[in-house]
């Protein structure tokens, strides 16, 4: 239909002028005619030149002054020649308004005509009461913007003074000038794009004409398999551990007991961290199944009276509250496992890491969610000081890029001495926290069952902080979550960090 009536029109004139027009008059879609003139473009039967027209058209605001006229007008007529009070005014403009203005814009309407009828010196807003200003007044806008409507034109001072109330907003109209093209015939003849058996044998092929080879044209891009950003980065780091000599702990648990999660790490019960408002408790599985009572013994000891030169927190320890099931706050909870089961089978040297998920029920922000993964590494042995656990922090975050380490006094419940780890960030030319270290307290690991001489040096850091400023992500929504653009994951270039 759209085809025959440009071919058809182009037989008999030298042009189609317009082809918002054009569509007008053949009672077609401007976006379907605009389709087939592209194709026959493409197929050399037409030259098809393109037409940009800027145009103003009505916001929805614009609209409504324009059928009941503007705010300030309607105002105006509102106030009776002896005056009125603000209030009487207020209900009158309200209940004249039609029904089916929205209830946002119905609030700012008295409040927009006010300003402007008093900005045009039409009426005066006194202590007690509304009076006229002027005896007569012309609805200015509400004739500039049927105009409009009407495609008329309006002068540039009034379009402006238009656009700043937002009454009207620029729309660009795109079309085609269409003349004949090369290969312009009629009608166009179907190139076949396949030689078919049904060709063959109807003897159809004697006529057909074939579509020629466009050897230009690009390939469909193959989809491949993509890495997300995080783990690219997550890669990286484990390649960093690995060559510093550490193995991978089984993180494949993000469900784990409180006993293990808290407990073992000699966190108290009463801690705040261990509030349902920081952690998530399961409904079902409620609580653990199994736990290796002597050692639960050994921490239940701990945490009420102390040990091995310990007072312990003196407070009344209940199993029920370590049985609690949560998804895990913190991979400590593996070093945790890792350490006991260390101390089970004859204690040896051991360097171990985990990069995984964890979870915490706190308030998500641009840079926060309620879970995130988080990198952990700790070495395991005999005589080791808090200068071993400087020295291989900055072996380790130079291998990340970060040659210039600070270190700020912390607390974990669970290490001590702990510290901050602050690093001078070129880029962002500031110090940076990078992460949070300490030396496992004695009331966690000789519970456990390890040597007196053996001390644990550990440290953390989240793979997202990094991965965002890497990567330049500055929300991490764009970066972990449902609302995650395919693009990124598709199109992201290589992690290079470090060495
Ligand atoms: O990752 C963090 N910051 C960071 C890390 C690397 C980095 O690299 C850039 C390329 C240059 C940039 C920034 N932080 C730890 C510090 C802050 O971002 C902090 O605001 C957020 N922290 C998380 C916890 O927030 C709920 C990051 C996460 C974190 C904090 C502590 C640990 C693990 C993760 C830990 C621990 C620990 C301590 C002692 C023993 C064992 C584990």
């Keep these: 239909?759209?085809?025959?009536?440009?071919?058809g029109y182009l037989e008999n004139n030298e042009e189609i002028s317009d082809s918002g027009n054009f569509a007008e008059v053949k009672g077609i879609s401007h976006d379907e005619l605009v389709n087939v003139i592209k194709s026959l473009n493409?197929?050399?039967l037409v030259d098809a030149q393109d037409i940009k027209r800027e145009k103003w058209v009505l916001t929805n605001e614009g609209e409504l002054y324009a059928k009941y006229g503007s705010p300030e007008v309607q105002l105006f007529l509102a106030v009776p020649p002896e005056g009125i009070t603000r209030e009487e005014l207020q209900k009158i403009v309200a209940s004249r308004l039609p029904d089916d203005i929205?209830?946002?814009l119905k609030s700012s309407m008295f409040k927009i005509g006010s300003t402007q009828a008093i900005k045009n010196k039409w009426i005066e807003m006194g202590k007690l009461k509304v009076s006229r200003k002027v005896q007569h007044v012309e609805d200015r806008v509400k004739e500039l913007l049927v105009q409009i409507q009407a495609g008329e034109a309006v002068g540039s001072e009034d379009i402006d003074a238009l656009k700043r109330r937002k009454l009207i907003t620029p729309q660009t109209w795109k079309g085609y000038s269409v003349k004949k093209g090369p290969k312009y015939a009629p009608k166009r003849k179907k190139v076949a794009t396949d030689l078919t058996r049904e060709n063959l044998q109807r003897g159809e092929w004697k006529e057909l004409e074939f579509k020629?080879?466009?050897?230009?044209?690009?390939?469909q891009p193959t989809e491949g398999g993509c890495l997300h950003p995080l783990?690219?980065?997550?890669?990286q780091i484990k390649m960093i551990f690995l060559q510093m000599g550490f193995e991978e702990m089984p993180t494949n648990n993000f469900v784990e007991s409180s006993f293990w999660n808290f407990d073992a790490l000699f966190q108290p019960q009463q801690h705040p961290a261990r509030d349902s408002h920081d952690t998530f408790f399961l409904k079902e599985p409620a609580t653990t199944r199994r736990l290796p009572e002597d050692y639960v013994a050994r921490v239940k000891k701990i945490h009420e009276?102390?040990?091995?030169?310990?007072?312990?927190?003196?407070?009344?320890?209940?199993?029920?509250e370590s049985d609690k099931n949560l998804l895990r706050t913190h991979t400590t909870a593996v070093s945790s496992r890792m350490l006991y089961a260390l101390a089970q089978g004859g204690f040896a040297p051991k360097r171990y890491y985990s990069i995984d998920r964890v979870f915490r029920n706190e308030a998500v922000d641009r840079t926060h969610l309620a879970e995130f993964h988080q990198i952990e590494g700790l070495i395991c042995d005999r005589g080791l000081t808090l200068g071993h656990l400087i020295g291989v922090l900055e072996d380790f975050f130079s291998r990340l890029g970060m040659s210039e380490l600070k270190f700020k006094p912390a607390y974990n419940p669970y290490t001590e001495p702990s510290m901050e780890i602050f690093s001078y960030h070129e880029g962002l030319q500031k110090w940076v926290e990078v992460g949070n270290s300490g030396m496992f307290r004695p009331e966690m690991l000789l519970p456990m069952g390890l040597p007196q001489d053996v001390q644990v040096i550990a440290w953390g850091l989240s793979l997202e902080r990094p991965t965002m400023i890497l990567y330049g992500i500055d929300n991490i929504r764009d970066l972990f979550g449902h609302k995650v653009d395919l693009s990124l994951i598709k199109r992201n270039p290589i992690c290079r960090i470090g060495l």
């Design 1 to 7: 239909m759209a085809e025959e009536a440009v071919l």
């Design 102 to 104: 929205e209830e946002k």
């Design 305 to 320: 009276s102390g040990g091995y030169g310990s007072r312990g927190y003196g407070y009344d320890w209940k199993r029920e």
């Design 231 to 235: 783990l690219k980065v997550r890669r």
């Design 212 to 219: 020629e080879y466009n050897f230009l044209a690009k390939g």
């Design 42 to 44: 493409g197929f050399r």
